[in-house]
């Protein structure tokens, strides 16, 4: 089974800190992603990264960054946290495979508050 | 027009019910489709792929209708454990962003005993 492991189910942080959350996954995935997740909005794409040290912005990228060093590993950086980053935060891992085995994979997912 | 568009529900049905879900997407390109169930507080996963032609998994069948740009999903036989809200996903990407799903708002589905 693919495993998508997310660092953290429930973090809480000030306005202003600096927030890194963690995936990992462990089926040698080309592709990864970051969304979050809203009442009312739906899953909404961050940014994503279709091989290591690449990536590309996903519809709402402004306020966070990503880094992917390592193939398994696709970090997602919140410079200066702020009140409307609480929300939802979930990681997915797909094979760099096209049509209907472009199947992402989810992590647990992390629930951010920023007080 | 919204990208990936769905019936807003909510659902509730008594169990042993039908229930079609409905969703229509805006790029007549899109390439592949797909269903996937979330239940309350966990992530989303892939219920099943959408064929071209439809497909049947057990109590579940997908239609695609790409003339129509419409996608569905009938549950017959509804028990408890189908309670979940159903996602719609559009692979519509090309080029660089092939591997991006947009996915639908999701319609809630609760079956009642």
């Known amino acids: 089974d693919v495993k998508v492991t997310q660092s953290s189910r429930y973090l809480v942080k000030r306005t202003g800190e600096k927030v890194f959350l963690e995936c990992v996954q462990d089926?040698?995935?080309?592709?990864m992603f970051w969304y979050r997740q809203d009442p009312g909005l739906g899953l909404r794409l961050i940014y994503f990264?279709?091989?290591?040290?690449?990536?590309e912005k996903g519809d709402i990228p402004e306020g966070y960054s990503v880094s992917r060093e390592k193939k398994e590993r696709f970090s997602l950086i919140l410079e200066s946290a702020s009140t409307n980053q609480t929300s939802m935060y979930l990681c997915?891992?797909?094979?760099?495979?096209?049509?209907?085995?472009?199947?992402?994979?989810f992590g647990a997912g992390t629930r951010l508050s920023v007080l | 027009r919204k990208e990936v568009e769905q019936d807003p529900g909510p659902f509730n049905v008594p169990e042993g019910a039908t229930v079609a879900f409905n969703c229509t997407y805006s790029?007549?390109?899109?390439?592949?489709f797909f269903w996937y169930r979330q239940d309350c507080r966990k992530e989303p996963k892939l219920l099943m792929s959408v064929y071209s032609s439809g497909n049947e998994d057990g109590r579940f069948t997908a239609q695609l209708n790409r003339a129509s740009q419409y996608i569905s999903l009938l549950i017959r036989d509804s028990k408890l454990s189908d309670s979940a809200t159903y996602l719609c996903v559009v692979n519509m990407g090309s080029g660089g962003s092939n591997y991006k799903l947009t996915f639908g708002k999701g319609t809630l589905l609760t079956v009642n005993p």
């Open positions: 790029n007549s390109a899109s390439q592949s």
């Open positions: 089926m040698d995935h080309e592709n």
């Open positions: 990264s279709y091989d290591v040290k690449m990536k």
């Open positions: 997915a891992s797909s094979p760099g495979l096209a049509g209907l085995k472009n199947i992402q994979y």
